[in-house]
């Protein structure tokens, strides 16, 4: 896509204030919903995403259960409150892929084989977004996971990078999704160092697409910090060492 | 004495370093040996696992495990154990062999609600978990207040040898039943003694990975120092315990490590 | 079609058999007065894009509502009324019974019920949102997400739905060019009252307000009454198939106007509004 207005001013503030290599502020708070196995409300920029676990639970419908693995099932949803324009409750082909791709995304890190004939329902909820909804909800997701006690290899964490007048920048924000040169989601398993989501809108010629990506990690490697300190809190508190 | 390193980690941190056995809620990556789930770190020389702290209740056999029954088929009672499976309890457990709905009521023995200790007496990958009243102290459970704390507090609120819940039961005049799907109930004459029960219970859920817990519980309860065995860990019900887990949870050990791991070896 | 369905919750008979008891002698498992509301908190402009926004507490039951204010066209018959649409959705988050799926009958019956005391309370005086009688007017939508269930979602989505309403900063549009255009500027809703919604229920022979959910399970009849700050009755709903006597329905009635009140006190303090 061709940029149509400027998205960077002369001394490097993009549209948010941000300079091109800074993250939007991530806030994580683990077991917001009572009721769930495992939850958390992110936070990232604007956004404001709850990831709700319940699970291993019984598969319904009975049919529908896997001999030797568990089922997860992944729903992300918007609020019609959560956008700029009001949306319809009713779900929209757009959320139907994206709760495919995070199902695919963090299928990767669950030990499905410990569960058989279990199901995984995993529940992404956007009550506001601002861009980068996606790797927000799958940040979220991945705390939710660790707080249910699902067994994981490791923790999956998401962030996007793109260009925007023509330089790589690190996490798009809504008018830079809508406006800008590309963008690129990318979900990371930060001790594995194995990628689990990767999609692209936009155009970038290979150099470009190598930065991003590199960015994108480095992204990931931010938001791991913050979803393990919030993991951290809920658990152990101010403790940071078992005292003997 | 062996050396007993602790760690609070959380899923993909690493363990332990070097050829240690993987024993639960961890598997082997290449030299590593990596958590899955969030928790508390045992390493010695026997291995490495994770005491998890939190999840749900996933059935072994042999557990005893407090359930509800839901509803029933003409052959089994369905019964809610707390899990991600139903259970279900043979008719045949409580009328014998020759069992049949058309001369035994199953509704008169057992109904929708009532709520049962049993043991579960078969589980596997296969199928759901079949339990059995037949042992003694199993049966249906008549009176008594029900509360639910997760399943991990479980070991921790047992002690080591049952050490702090007959210390509870003991200074409270209460009978309390645990399963080890996290359900309790406790019976007593005596309102207060049930309410310090209760009291003494969720602290032991919150504070279950805590240095001091004994010391806060034995204050709570007024009990003199000599009387609770000093249980300052989580660790040794825990292993009792999860011996039999390594069947079932976690074959994360073996299986289908050949997918990540970058040398090769499976 | 409106179809019997098997109950989601059992409750065990040792609770039900605690609750009995403990209901006869006047207070509930949690320590309540048969009557006691649950303690209410409410955050407001929770979500920054919508127009108005509440999160609201009702104990362990959490609701959002967000308002969003467009234009549109009138409601066929009401060419001289602003447009108010509220819907509500149970999140599959919000419980381990729900299934994700479109709105079952339970849902649809709650937001209309929740509606139907907004509306005919005149809460919105719609006739001041018209833009073009019969043509443009303002299109009020108030939507709500379940978060987490523990009884009354009644009660709860309604004083969601009512706190982010009042509470809302509206965008004033005007016709140029017979052309909708944003101004920019934004002013205060039309609120003429504060419906407020109390639910009460029958457990046995004894009334119960503002039940959780396993009070629910244990629920014979349910009875959802709206009253305005007037003092009026303006909605009503009874459910379930249960059953009420008509001095029941009475004493719910006069109870629902008291305790409607000093709801309406309290959210009033929360959302700091006169």
Request: glycine fraction near 8%.
């Amino acid at each position: 896509m061709v940029q149509s207005r400027s998205l960077i001013d002369e001394s490097g503030k993009r549209t948010d204030g941000r300079v091109i290599d800074e993250l939007r502020e991530v806030k994580i708070k683990v077991g917001i919903v009572k009721n769930a196995d495992g939850s958390a409300l992110i936070e990232f920029g604007k956004n404001k995403i709850i990831a709700a676990v319940y699970g291993p639970r019984e598969v319904h419908p009975k049919h529908m259960a896997l001999s030797d693995r568990c089922v997860v099932r992944c729903r992300y949803h918007m609020s019609p409150f959560s956008t700029d324009t009001r949306k319809s409750p009713a779900p929209s082909r757009r959320e139907t892929e994206i709760s495919k791709v995070i199902r695919e995304s963090l299928e990767p890190a669950l030990i499905l084989e410990d569960y058989p004939r279990a199901a995984i329902d995993v529940f992404i909820e956007v009550l506001q977004a601002d861009g980068g909804s996606r790797c927000a909800g799958i940040s979220a997701a991945s705390v939710a996971l660790a707080d249910a006690g699902i067994n994981m290899r490791d923790m999956v964490s998401a962030c996007a990078a793109g260009k925007v007048d023509d330089r790589i920048v690190i996490d798009i924000n809504d008018t830079e999704d809508k406006e800008g040169g590309a963008d690129m989601p990318v979900a990371y398993m930060p001790n594995l160092k194995k990628i689990t989501l990767l999609q692209l809108d936009g155009e970038l010629n290979p150099n470009e697409f190598n930065t991003s990506l590199d960015e994108a990690v480095r992204g990931c490697l931010k938001v791991y910090e913050i979803q393990r300190s919030s993991l951290m809190e809920k658990y152990f508190g101010d403790e940071k060492e078992m005292k003997e | 004495m062996q050396e007993v390193k602790r760690k609070y980690v959380i899923p993909g941190d690493i363990v332990a370093e070097g050829n240690l056995r993987p024993l639960v809620n961890v598997f082997k990556n290449g030299n590593s040996i990596v958590a899955t789930r969030i928790g508390i770190t045992e390493s010695n020389n026997d291995g490495a696992k994770v005491i998890p702290l939190s999840g749900i209740y996933f059935p072994r056999a042999n557990d005893i495990v407090v359930g509800k029954i839901l509803d029933h088929s003409s052959l089994s009672w369905s019964v809610d154990i707390n899990s991600c499976f139903a259970a279900h309890l043979p008719a045949q457990d409580i009328f014998g062999r020759d069992f049949s709905p058309a001369h035994d009521d199953m509704g008169r023995q057992l109904s929708t609600g009532d709520v049962i200790v049993a043991r579960i007496a078969i589980f596997d990958r296969t199928r759901d978990p079949i339990l059995t009243i037949q042992d003694k102290d199993l049966g249906k459970i008549p009176t008594g207040e029900l509360i639910k704390i997760s399943p991990t507090r479980v070991p921790r609120l047992i002690g080591k040898r049952g050490s702090m819940i007959q210390t509870i039961e003991q200074a409270s005049s209460t009978r309390i039943t645990i399963g080890q799907n996290g359900i309790i109930v406790v019976s007593g004459k005596d309102k207060d003694g049930i309410t310090l029960a209760i009291n003494a219970i969720h602290i032991v859920e919150v504070e279950a990975h805590t240095s001091n817990l004994t010391q806060r519980i034995r204050q709570l309860l007024n009990v003199p120092e000599s009387e609770i065995e000093s249980d300052d860990t989580q660790t040794s019900e825990a292993s009792d315990t999860t011996i039999n887990q390594d069947e079932i949870n976690s074959n994360s050990n073996d299986k289908e490590m050949g997918m990540i791991n970058s040398n090769g070896t499976k | 079609m409106s179809l019997s369905k098997k109950s989601t919750v059992i409750v065990e008979n040792l609770r039900k058999k605690q609750m009995r008891e403990s209901i006869s002698a006047g207070k509930r498992l949690d320590g309540r007065s048969l009557d006691e509301i649950r303690p209410i908190e409410i955050e407001l402009d929770v979500i920054k894009k919508a127009n108005g926004s509440a999160w609201v507490k009702l104990g362990n039951t959490e609701v959002v509502a967000g308002v969003k204010v467009e234009t549109g066209e009138p409601f066929e018959g009401l060419e001289n009324s602003g447009a108010m649409i509220i819907t509500a959705e149970v999140l599959p988050i919000a419980s381990p019974h729900v299934e994700p799926g479109p709105p079952d009958e339970e849902t649809i019956e709650l937001a209309r019920v929740v509606d139907r005391g907004v509306r005919e309370s005149e809460m919105l005086d719609l006739s001041k949102l018209v833009l073009v009688p019969g043509k443009i007017v303002y299109t009020i939508f108030v939507d709500c997400s379940v978060i987490n269930v523990d009884g009354n979602l009644l009660d709860a989505t309604s004083y969601a739905v009512v706190s982010a309403l009042a509470s809302c900063k509206m965008p004033v549009f005007e016709i140029k060019d017979d052309k909708v255009i944003e101004t920019g500027k934004t002013q205060e809703p039309p609120i003429t009252t504060l419906p407020i919604s109390v639910t009460t229920v029958r457990i046995g022979d004894y009334l119960i307000s503002d039940p959780t959910t396993e009070e629910e399970a244990c629920m014979d009849a349910r009875l959802t009454i709206t009253t305005n700050s007037k003092g009026s009755i303006v909605a009503m709903q009874k459910g379930l198939k249960g059953y009420f006597s008509i001095e029941d329905v009475k004493s719910i009635a006069d109870k629902a106007l008291i305790k409607g009140e000093e709801i309406r006190g309290k959210i009033k303090g929360l959302i700091n509004i006169g």
